[in-house]
């Protein structure tokens, strides 16, 4: 009982968080492209606890909407347009939400007008369009804007703990499943429209390939097989709705991922499970002819959101054996679990790192968005090597699949 109290008062806390009334007098001011849904979760409800976060303004292309979100947020503007955020010398920053296939464009417009950019992922439609916005010219600026891909789970104490605990060069097998049930989508959502680069791999797949390249540490070198449903039909064609990949990675590991977006009703969380290399260990208390393995096995459940709720299992498989023969004279498992809703109780190196119970990774990756615009210590990024080497993951999927990457641009 005392644990289903203690996380009811984390989420509440999470979405209403307390308010830091009195702002720096440096603070950002954010504006916001697109009245989007996931805004109030992936910023606004985030800026509230943030002292040096101001939400200024919203645009939409729907002038009412915009009006009845800024009403609802506690917005002070409402702009006409989008460029009209972007030539505001007010504004510090900007969040960027819309469809994926408009955000290299609005990108790279915010760019150019000197805003610091919070990009919601992916990040653009394809590796092409990567390349082009991670190397525009004012990027590698002394002083010049900040861009961050809002991989927000990658900030969460959970996810470092995690990742702390394996040995990249050491993996033999990753596999990552993530899923929305059925009733969370409809055919009519953007993440099944094909020119606005829709599909399942670019809504929660991202998240999946993105673990397995941070916990193999490295690019794969091929997608072995890309399986996927998908629909056929005008505005929804080539739009997968689950898909089922594998990778290979140098190492010789082997990486697994699948998403649905048509879930069964029930949501179950994300989970990540690791399998790495047998290895011998040092025991002097065994005699020279017997030997010492260990494999191990670890699971991040939650991994995407993982303040409403995760866990970290660790699974060690040990076995004695005659040194000459092989023969299993002893073997025995040892499991534990583990929880990290904040970088105290991650503990060891993170121990010192700022957060409450009640950040969610959202809170959390806004923390190091204000520290890196603000020249501080980052303990935590997605550089723009990373965002682009994420696309090339996606769009080698799409090739394998069969569907095709994702539509670049025509914006330059």
Not at 162 to 191: C, E, Q, Y
Not at 273 to 285: A, F, H, P, Y
């Amino acid at each position: 009982m005392g644990s289903m109290i203690s996380m009811a008062n984390r989420i509440y806390q999470a979405f209403n968080p307390p308010v830091q009334s009195a702002r720096a007098g440096d603070a950002l001011k954010f504006g916001v492209l697109g009245a989007a849904s996931i805004a109030p979760l992936a910023l606004i409800t985030p800026a509230k606890s943030h002292p040096e976060v101001i939400i200024q303004a919203v645009s939409s292309r729907d002038r009412k909407k915009a009006e009845e979100f800024a009403k609802a947020h506690g917005i002070p503007e409402v702009k006409d347009t989008y460029e009209d955020i972007l030539n505001d010398p007010n504004i510090d920053c900007v969040f960027i939400a819309l469809p994926n296939a408009l955000h290299y464009e609005w990108a790279t417009r915010a760019i150019r007008a000197g805003k610091h950019v919070l990009l919601e992922k992916p990040s653009v439609s394809n590796a092409t369009e990567a390349e082009l916005l991670f190397n525009l010219p004012e990027l590698s600026q002394p002083n010049g804007p900040v861009i961050l891909e809002a991989f927000h789970s990658r900030f969460f104490p959970a996810w470092s703990y995690f990742r702390s605990l394996v040995d990249p060069a050491n993996v033999a097998h990753v596999n990552a499943v993530s899923m929305i049930p059925w009733w969370g989508t409809s055919k009519d959502d953007i993440h099944f429209n094909y020119n606005l680069s829709g599909g399942s791999m670019m809504a929660m797949g991202t998240y999946n390939l993105a673990v397995m390249r941070l916990l193999f540490d490295a690019e794969p070198e091929e997608c072995l097989d890309c399986q996927v449903h998908s629909y056929t039909d005008g505005v929804h064609d080539k739009c997968d709705w689950d898909f089922n990949a594998k990778f290979r990675f140098p190492n010789g590991g082997i990486g697994e991922a699948s998403s649905t977006l048509k879930g069964p009703t029930y949501w179950t969380p994300s989970h990540v499970t690791v399998t790495q290399n047998e290895v011998i260990l040092s025991d002097k208390s065994l005699p020279d002819s017997q030997l010492k393995a260990q494999k191990r096995e670890l699971t991040l459940h939650g991994f995407v959101h993982g303040i409403f709720w995760h866990r970290i299992d660790i699974k060690d498989v040990f076995e004695i054996r005659d040194r000459d023969t092989g023969k299993v004279v002893r073997r025995w498992e040892e499991k534990t679990n583990h929880k990290a809703y904040t970088f105290k109780e991650a503990g060891g190196q993170f121990a010192d790192l700022p957060g409450e119970s009640f950040w969610m990774s959202y809170r959390h990756q806004l923390e190091q968005f204000v520290n890196r615009i603000k020249g501080r210590k980052t303990q935590e990024w997605v550089d723009g090597k990373d965002s682009i080497a994420q696309m090339k993951m996606l769009d080698m999927a799409y090739e394998k699949s069969g569907l095709g990457p994702r539509p670049t641009s025509s914006f330059r």
